[in-house]
Each structure stands twice: as structure tokens, then as C-alpha cells.
């Protein structure tokens, strides 16, 4: 049976479960780690990589402002219309995490690393993913104008309807599936012409 070369990438959504609705300026002060926690509206100013891990947590309508989370550990977390923005989430982790309909202007996820990861209808304008590491990832109907993702792994990652423009995808070396050809060639600014001698 022959596969469908332009088969949607499957991405596992977050397993979260029951969640204890909490302010969202309370993420800073818990302790340890943060699990099984709806944050709702408000802002997270000024917190440096306050838990290891969050898990099985939701954050709704929140905006983090100067926030330091490198090697953080997100699993089946939700996103939902947040502002991320300039956050510093080099090095993180993310597993099964849904981004919908957030601002991650100019984030720097340098080196981290995404699976089972989908971002839809966001703002990606200058986001730094160089160095990283997405296994079946989906961008979908985001703008990813002036993206850096210069040097990333893509494994089964999908960008649908999303605007591209002046993106970084520079990869020396790389090694890409049959699959994945059709989706990178325009990328690359390559024409296929089955013509040429």
C-alpha cells in the first residue's frame, strides 16, 4: 500500500486531566512543580525558571512578561491565547503542547526541544527555534515572518498555511525524507521543473 506523501503530520494533543483553576499570577510563588493547574488571565512578570517541570497544566489568557525559562520541562500544557513574547525558553522541553492563538513574538526556543507540538493561528514573527529539535510538530495558519530555524532536526514537522516570508531554514547537510520534499522545496525558494536537461 502505497503512503500518502502529503499525510498530515500526526501530533498527540496535551492529556491533560482534572486542573485546580488558580490566578495566573500564583505560578511564580507555588513551589516545586507545577502540575495539574488551569493559570487564568493575568500576567507572570519576572519569574527565572520558577518549577522543573510543568505538566498537565492550562494557561488561559495569560501574558509572561521578562520571564527566564530556559531548560524548563513542558508536558501536556496548553497555551490558550497567551503573549509569550521575548520569553527565553532556550534549551526547554515540550511534549505534547498546544499552542492556540498566541503571541510568541520574537521567543527564543534555541536548542529546545518539541514534540507532539502544535501551534495554530499565532504570531511567530521572529521566533528563534535554531539548533532545534521537532518531532511531528504542526505550525498552522501562523506567520513565522523572520523565523530562525537555522540548523533544526524536522522530523515529521508540518507548516499549513502559514506565512513564511524571509524565514531562516538554512540547513548544511541536511537530510530530509521524500516525504518532507514537497513541503520544503518551496522553503528553499526551489522550483521543481521536471523539464530541466
Known amino acids: 500500500m502505497k ?44 519569574a527565572k525558571h520558577p518549577h522543573p517541570t510543568v505538566a498537565n497544566c492550562t ?28 520569553l527565553r525558553l532556550d534549551g526547554a522541553a515540550f511534549c505534547r503542547t498546544e499552542f492556540a492563538g498566541c503571541k510568541l513574538l520574537g521567543a527564543s526556543l534555541a536548542e529546545a526541544s518539541l514534540s507532539h507540538v502544535t501551534v495554530s493561528n499565532s504570531n511567530c514573527r521572529y521566533l528563534h527555534l535554531a539548533q532545534g529539535r521537532l518531532k511531528m510538530c504542526r505550525f498552522e495558519e501562523c506567520d513565522l515572518t523572520q523565523a530562525v530555524l537555522a540548523g533544526c532536526r524536522l522530523q515529521g514537522a508540518a507548516f499549513d498555511r502559514c506565512r513564511l516570508a524571509e ?17 520544503l522545496v518551496p522553503l528553499l525558494g526551489v522550483v521543481a521543473d521536471d523539464g530541466y536537461e
Open 167 to 183: 524565514a531562516d531554514f538554512s540547513h548544511r547537510g541536511a537530510i530530509v525524507s521524500t516525504a518532507q520534499l514537497p513541503d
Open 59 to 86: 494557561f488561559d489568557h495569560v501574558t509572561f512578561v521578562e520571564c527566564d525559562f530556559r531548560g524548563i520541562r513542558f508536558t501536556d500544557v496548553r497555551f490558550d491565547h497567551c503573549d509569550l513574547s521575548n
Open 3 to 46: 503512503r500518502d506523501r502529503r499525510q498530515k503530520a500526526a501530533v498527540a494533543p496535551p492529556m491533560c486531566g482534572a486542573q485546580t483553576e488558580r490566578a495566573a499570577e500564583t505560578f511564580a510563588a507555588a513551589e516545586g512543580e507545577a502540575d495539574g493547574c488551569r493559570f487564568m488571565r493575568g500576567t507572570i512578570a519576572g
